[in-house]
């Protein structure tokens, strides 16, 4: 598959190349030039298909012919080794948990199957890679773990100091090796804007191969779609009409469902489900897209201004304002909201959500009230315990911690402070 920048001004290239660059060089996101559905037999026997068949299936034309069939099959094996349970909450609501692999957030899937392929290309290239991140909380502890040990690749994360949780900033920073942190005097946004900066700093450039494993990378955003599908197969026989809650930052994960549903996944709509951080929600009511500051939050993932996929959707939908509304909705939610769902998803379900699932929760609510007949699946994206003083004080009640999250608590941060790009750059050349 090639791709192309959507930024028009770069040309197209590889799969590999585009793994390898991260982002087009001139500063725009890749795009795959086709995409061609899966057959109807394909989701006639989904039933009978692994989670390893189905992603197999699902992003081989992404991929090929960069990586051969039997290595593609040996990545998403490896990739997809935990489960992707659907829990029923009631007629209308059903949660998809995301959380049971090794850092307990959706972004470990995207993170080991991006270290895979860029591992795989490393093999025929001599030339050391260094990984660049951004993060609200999650993408750095998946990659930190996808990529820990990984031969002729340098990691640096950065981090806005204090908008993290706790146990968010052990997993980033406590692994060593090939794995550096970089605390952020700032918020998400000016690290996301000094990564993307760096890509087009020719000094750097010229004396290092970059790459990011944010959703930028298309290594990152693509195996997201197969949450949908996953879904899709343990709720199509009960429920016909589905439609997927995504608490939503970057919107690299509700972009990755449009790209299931381009595939022909039968989704009837999608929600992007809010913090205060509502730049989409807010276009949706006026057609006016106007990025502004993140606002910080109880989920601070999706604490983003900006978010670098909405480019995408709009690549989707062809610009088309009315298109891209009829097939999806945003709302908002406020802390005190998040907080009261919290609650409620506890007394009424007896379940456990963290932030980012309850924001989620409240999007499949809203939706419901105008679609009483549909089914809403709001993606729980990380597990509660991560954010263990917002879950503990809401619900009263203490949470025992998961063994992937005992492994990191006490552990020692190590962690460089900076406030400025010239210090990220300064750190880089080192
Ligand atoms: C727990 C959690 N929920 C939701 C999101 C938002 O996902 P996206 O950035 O793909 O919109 C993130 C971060 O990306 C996250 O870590
Ligand atoms: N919410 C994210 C922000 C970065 O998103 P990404 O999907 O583009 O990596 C985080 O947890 O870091």
């Not at 605390?183 to 010229?206: I, N, Y």
């Not at 298109?323 to 009424?348: G, H, P, Q, R, V």
Request: hydrophobic share 35%.
């Amino acid at each position: 598959m090639n791709y192309y920048s959507l930024n028009h001004k770069a040309p197209n290239t590889t799969f590999k190349d585009a793994v390898i660059k991260g982002l087009a060089p001139d500063k725009g996101l890749y795009f795959p030039e086709t995409i061609t559905p899966l057959p109807q037999s394909f989701f006639d026997n989904i039933d009978n298909l692994s989670h390893s068949e189905i992603a197999f299936e699902a992003i081989k034309q992404f991929v090929s012919p960069e990586i051969p069939e039997d290595v593609l099959k040996t990545i998403v094996e490896e990739t997809l080794a935990f489960d992707f349970p659907i829990v029923k909450l009631n007629d209308n609501i059903s949660t998809l948990e995301l959380f049971h692999g090794p850092t307990m957030a959706f972004k470990d899937v995207g993170a080991r199957f991006m270290a895979r392929c860029l591992g795989y290309f490393n093999k025929e290239n001599t030339n050391e890679v260094t990984v660049l991140v951004a993060t609200s909380g999650d993408t750095g502890g998946a990659v930190a773990n996808g990529f820990l040990g990984v031969k002729g690749v340098n990691v640096v994360i950065l981090y806005p100091s204090g908008k993290v949780s706790e146990i968010q900033e052990k997993q980033l920073t406590t692994l060593g090796q090939n794995i550096k942190a970089l605390e952020v005097d700032g918020v998400f946004d000016d690290c996301q804007d000094m990564v993307k900066r760096a890509f087009l700093d020719k000094e750097l450039t010229s004396k290092m191969q970059l790459t990011s494993a944010n959703s930028i990378n298309v290594a990152r955003w693509l195996p997201q779609l197969f949450y949908f599908m996953f879904a899709y197969k343990q709720l199509h026989k009960e429920h016909k009409d589905i439609v997927f809650s995504v608490p939503s930052g970057n919107f690299g994960n509700v972009c990755a469902g449009m790209m299931a549903q381009q595939l022909g996944l039968p989704i009837k709509h999608f929600i992007a489900s809010n913090n205060d951080n509502n730049v989409v929600t807010n276009y949706l009511q006026t057609e006016e897209y106007i990025p502004k500051p993140s606002v910080q939050t109880i989920s601070n993932a999706m604490d983003v201004g900006n978010p670098s996929n909405f480019i995408r959707i709009q690549e989707i939908y062809k610009k088309e304002f009315t298109s891209l509304k009829n097939n999806l909705s945003s709302y908002s939610f406020s802390d005190e909201e998040t907080k009261t769902a919290l609650k409620e998803i506890y007394d009424k379900y007896d379940y456990v959500a963290d932030p980012h699932g309850a924001v989620g929760y409240l999007g499949c609510k809203a939706y419901l009230k105008n679609n009483p007949n549909t089914h809403c699946v709001f993606l729980e994206t990380a597990h509660p315990t991560k954010f263990l003083d917002v879950v503990e004080e809401v619900i009263e009640e203490k949470q025992p911690l998961p063994k992937q999250i005992q492994a990191v608590i006490g552990k020692t941060k190590e962690a460089t402070k900076i406030s400025s790009y010239k210090e990220l750059k300064n750190f880089l050349l080192k």
